[in-house]
C-alpha cells in the first residue's frame, strides 16, 4: 500500500525568507498525482500545487514551488518569501490509480515576524 | 459560488446518542469522501462514494455510517458514538474519475466532541 511521509512536524521560518517542507512517499505504481494543501487556523483545505508524475517539469504557483523527485520518491515544497499568511498545516497528499487520496501527517508551519 | 457545505461546524455529544453531519455539494460531482483527521495521522479516509448509491469503505470505517441516495449529499452517520470518534471531520468533493489530477474540495470541517 501506498504511504507518504513527512517528517517534520513543525518548521518555523522568518518572515520574508525560504522555506522547504518535505514529503516522501512509497509507491510502485508509476503514473500517480501529489498535491500540497495548506491548512490555515480557519480549517479550510486549500489547495496549494499538484504535480503529476509523468512531467519532468516541476510545478511552480507564485511564490510556491516543488522539487520533485520520482527516483527518489520525494516531493518537497519551497515557500519563497514567507508571509505571515502562509502560517497553517501543510499536508501532503498522493492520488492512486484507484483515485484514492493518502495524506501525509502534516507539517505546522510558524512565520515568525 | 462553487462549494461543499457541511453541518454542523461544532458538536458536542454524549456517548451512544446517535447523530449525522450534514454534507452537501454545488458542482454536480460524483465521488464524495468522509476523512476524520488527527493531530499527527494526517487526513484518514472513513467512506467514500464514486456515484449515487454507490459507497466503499475507506481506512477506518468501523463506527461510521453513510448514504447516497442523492448525487449532491452524502452524510456521515454515527449511530452510537464513542470518545475515539472524538475528531475532526471533513467531507470533500471532486469531479468523475476521468479527470485524474483533480483538486479536491473540501467542506469546513466539524469538531466533534464525544463525551
Known amino acids: 500500500a501506498q504511504t507518504v511521509t513527512q517528517s517534520q512536524p513543525e518548521m518555523s521560518v522568518q518572515e520574508a525568507e525560504t522555506v522547504t517542507l518535505s514529503c516522501t512517499y512509497d509507491?510502485?505504481?508509476?503514473?500517480?498525482?501529489l498535491f500540497w494543501y495548506k491548512q490555515p487556523p480557519s480549517r479550510q483545505m486549500i489547495l496549494v500545487i499538484r504535480?503529476?508524475?509523468?512531467k519532468q517539469q516541476n510545478a511552480t504557483e507564485n511564490r510556491f514551488s516543488v522539487n520533485f523527485q520520482k527516483a527518489a520518491k520525494s516531493f518537497s515544497l519551497k515557500i519563497s518569501d514567507s508571509q505571515l499568511g502562509d502560517a497553517a498545516m501543510y499536508f501532503c497528499?498522493?492520488?492512486?490509480?484507484?483515485?484514492?487520496?493518502?495524506w501525509g501527517a502534516g507539517t505546522k508551519l510558524i512565520i515568525k515576524p | 459560488e462553487a462549494q461543499v457545505t457541511q453541518n454542523p461546524r461544532y458538536l458536542i455529544t454524549v456517548t451512544g446518542k446517535k447523530l449525522t453531519v450534514t454534507c452537501s455539494q454545488n458542482?454536480?460531482?460524483?465521488?464524495m469522501s468522509w476523512y476524520r483527521q488527527d493531530p499527527g495521522l494526517g487526513l484518514r479516509q472513513i467512506y467514500y462514494?464514486?456515484?449515487?448509491?454507490?459507497?466503499d469503505k475507506g481506512d477506518v470505517p468501523e463506527g461510521y455510517k453513510v448514504s447516497r441516495k442523492e448525487k449532491r449529499n452524502f452524510p456521515l452517520i454515527l449511530e452510537s458514538p464513542s470518545p475515539n470518534q472524538t475528531s475532526l471531520y471533513f467531507c470533500?468533493?471532486?469531479?468523475?474519475?476521468?479527470?485524474?489530477?483533480?483538486?479536491?474540495?473540501f467542506g469546513q470541517g466539524t469538531r466533534l466532541t464525544v463525551v
Open positions: 497528499a498522493y492520488m492512486d490509480s484507484n483515485y484514492q487520496l493518502i
Open positions: 458542482m454536480n460531482h460524483e465521488y
Open positions: 504535480q503529476e508524475a509523468y
Open positions: 470533500a468533493s471532486r469531479p468523475p474519475r476521468g479527470f485524474k489530477g483533480s483538486e479536491a474540495f
Open positions: 509507491t510502485s505504481e508509476s503514473d500517480y498525482y
Open positions: 462514494s464514486m456515484n449515487v448509491e454507490v459507497t
